[in-house]
């Protein structure tokens, strides 16, 4: 994740092909915003990812007549109606537990989506997911994985509930050492093994109430861990086109993508405005006062800096809650310096919160 830059668009355009006509060579599909798309090479890609550049690889789309869909109509509730279930979940949340499972995360070499050790840790990473469910009983609930046209994989957990409705928190799993993608160390620790380690724990709150125990919730959850973000939102884009292709009910997804820096000034978290539902939004705000302990503000990341994109422009209302704004984010990231001592892991336990708030008043909402 990481702001766009217009000069890395200038730095590019010349070498790259624009239109519908698929160039010779082995050459990726960029979207650089609704409508504007060039063909790159993965060095190019590369490049453009350093410079600061966002973008959705859509190569996979090419020659198959996607259009980008308007979201689906969700109905959000005003005020909170479950704050006993979600307090209860919250005093069992743990840093302890954030404090592990990211230390493990940051041993892997790296996580690039394209690495031996990006498909171990995500080996690793379902494991804990799995372990999480088996060990609550939860019923009907389970983890699945999903498939790339690359190594590592997307990890989905769900609670199922009564109706076809779905509520999605997602995060990615994959990190990058700009300088050196395949190889090269990249901890990730704040981005994205916060987020991750966030998503995790948020499962586990809502495993530990009897409620989702027993499959009363309303509608279903799911906990999405995405691979290849870095690669321009792949694992998120083909988990998203797939719903859509099945005419999947997602009303709401929350993305976290960077959750460990609290930032070096006043400590708050980070709503992001642009390409996300502001309804949603709204809700998310509400949620942030009824549960968390920091407050809100405005920012904006550009086009498709995350993974919240690829719910939008498949047609799903998504938000992003992030650490804080985002000129204000953590600049070790995308280096061998991304590592936990940087982090507060009171400031991730603050986005778990956020996390079990919004699962849990939008799981249980009727009508949504």
């Known amino acids: 994740m990481k702001v766009s830059a217009l000069a890395a668009v200038a730095a590019f355009a010349a070498a790259t092909v624009a239109g519908p006509v698929r160039p010779s060579g082995d050459k990726y599909l960029i979207e650089l915003g609704p409508g504007k798309t060039q063909w790159v090479t993965k060095d190019q890609k590369h490049h453009m990812r350093a410079a600061g550049q966002t973008f959705i690889d859509i190569t996979d789309e090419f020659g198959t007549g996607f259009v980008a869909t308007k979201p689906i109509a969700a109905n959000y509730p005003k005020k909170a109606a479950h704050s006993s279930m979600v307090s209860a979940m919250i005093a069992n949340l743990s840093k302890e537990n954030l404090m592990r499972d990211l230390q493990a995360m940051t041993e892997f070499n790296n996580r690039y989506y394209e690495s031996q050790t990006g498909v171990e840790s995500a080996n690793w990473l379902m494991e804990q997911v799995k372990k999480a469910i088996d060990e609550s009983g939860a019923q009907g609930a389970k983890v699945e994985k999903i498939e790339n046209q690359f190594n590592q994989f997307n990890i989905i957990a769900t609670i199922p509930g009564s109706s076809e409705s779905t509520v999605v928190v ?116 509400m949620i942030v006062e009824k549960y968390a302990s920091i407050p809100i503000v405005d920012t904006e990341c550009g086009y498709a800096c995350s993974d919240h994109a690829s719910a939008d422009r498949n047609g799903f209302p998504a938000s992003m809650v992030a650490e804080t704004t985002f000129e204000g984010s953590n600049p070790h990231i995308h280096s061998a310096d991304d590592t936990i001592e940087y982090l507060s892991f009171d400031h991730m336990l603050e986005h778990a919160k956020v996390a079990v708030g919004f699962m849990t008043e939008l799981g249980m909402a009727s009508n949504l």
């Open 170 to 285: 997602g995060a990615h799993q994959d990190s990058i050492n700009q300088e050196d993608p395949q190889g090269g160390r990249a901890p990730g620790a704040d981005d994205n093994g916060s987020g991750s380690v966030v998503v995790l724990e948020a499962l586990r709150g809502l495993l530990g109430s009897k409620a989702f125990q027993a499959a009363n919730n309303t509608n279903t959850l799911e906990f999405h861990w995405y691979a290849g973000e870095e690669g321009g939102l792949l694992g998120s884009n083909t988990v998203f086109r797939k719903y859509k292709s099945d005419g999947r009910q997602v009303k709401a997804m929350l993305n976290q993508d960077l959750a460990g820096f609290a930032g070096q000034g006043k400590e708050q978290f980070g709503l992001i405005t642009d390409n996300t539902n502001q309804e949603l939004n709204q809700f998310c705000k």
